[in-house]
């Protein structure tokens, strides 16, 4: 599920049961209202724990809105969580004593920062930079260790993050946003068509970038299916399952891996 308006987007998973931060994602799809600022923090997924989560999440979205004067208010912040589950997320911390903090720390120089801080297990910051012939440029920035294989509700993504597998488990917290800063036109089928295909560059760059930080990660492996006589989509399934095989997968952790049948 997801929404767009002419500055922003959002794609959420296509899960039965979202925990909150994609609950509160899905209520901004009423307002319409485009997105002006993410908020994410790491350490405590906000999921499974006792109390109210969304409300939880909501409180930080807004002193967020609060502390940066947005003119969206609440509705214009996405939350996003990352962590470990079953803990209590100390809203009531984060959003008095945090969030001040954080403001006041942000600068225009770099994401790398960012990429960084939003690291758990991780053992490196994902940031990817693109630049377009006119100007402006794609900056990307991703986490994820974990709990990886993405189904998002959408095939724009189908090239790149719906694409990988680290573990075979899709996380209930899986969001992909963009925004924009509105400071450049992006007029004409050549700049349009040459903006789509940076930005799939960079999403399947942050998605390689995932796959090779993976939990446990040994060895990499990339399956290309060609002339396939049905679907894309039905494609998409056989490259999940050889990919997610253990037939495959056990014999690959060896040096020299032996496929007998």
């Known amino acids: ?10 794609i959420s998973p296509m899960i039965q049961f979202p925990r ?6 899905r209520s901004r799809h009423a307002s319409r209202k485009p997105i002006q600022t993410i908020v994410i923090n790491n350490n405590v ?26 003119q969206g208010g609440t509705e214009s912040v996405i939350p996003s969580s990352t962590g470990v589950m079953g803990w209590r ?3 009531k911390e984060l959003a008095e004593d945090v969030v001040p903090k954080a403001i006041e720390a942000l600068h225009l120089e770099s994401a790398f920062g960012a990429a960084r801080e939003i690291m758990t297990t991780d053992r490196y910051p994902k940031l990817r930079i693109e630049t377009l012939s006119n100007g402006p440029r794609i900056v990307g920035i991703a986490k994820g260790a974990g709990m990886v294989e993405p ?17 075979s488990d899709e996380s209930t917290s899986d969001t992909a946003v963009i925004v924009s800063s509105n400071k450049f036109e992006m007029e004409g089928d050549e700049i349009i ?21 993976g939990d446990g ?21 056989l490259g999940q399952h050889v990919v997610n095989s253990p037939l495959l997968n056990v014999p690959f952790l060896e040096t020299t891996p032996i496929l007998d049948d």
């Open 151 to 167: 189904n998002m509700a959408t095939m724009l993504l189908n090239g790149s993050f719906n694409s990988i597998s680290v573990d």
């Open 20 to 25: 909150s931060p994609i609950v509160v994602e």
């Open 1 to 10: 599920m997801g929404y767009r308006t002419d500055s922003s987007a959002y």
């Open 193 to 213: 068509s040459e903006f789509q295909s940076v930005l799939h560059d960079v999403g399947t760059g942050l998605a390689a970038d995932l796959v090779r930080n």
């Open 89 to 91: 997320l100390p809203s």
């Open 45 to 70: 997924s906000i999921v499974g724990a006792a109390g109210d989560d969304v409300a939880n999440a909501e409180k930080i979205c807004a002193a967020v809105a609060k502390a940066l004067n947005l």
């Open 217 to 237: 990660t040994g060895h990499i492996m990339k399956f290309t299916i060609d002339n396939f006589p049905v679907t894309d989509h039905e494609a998409g399934c």
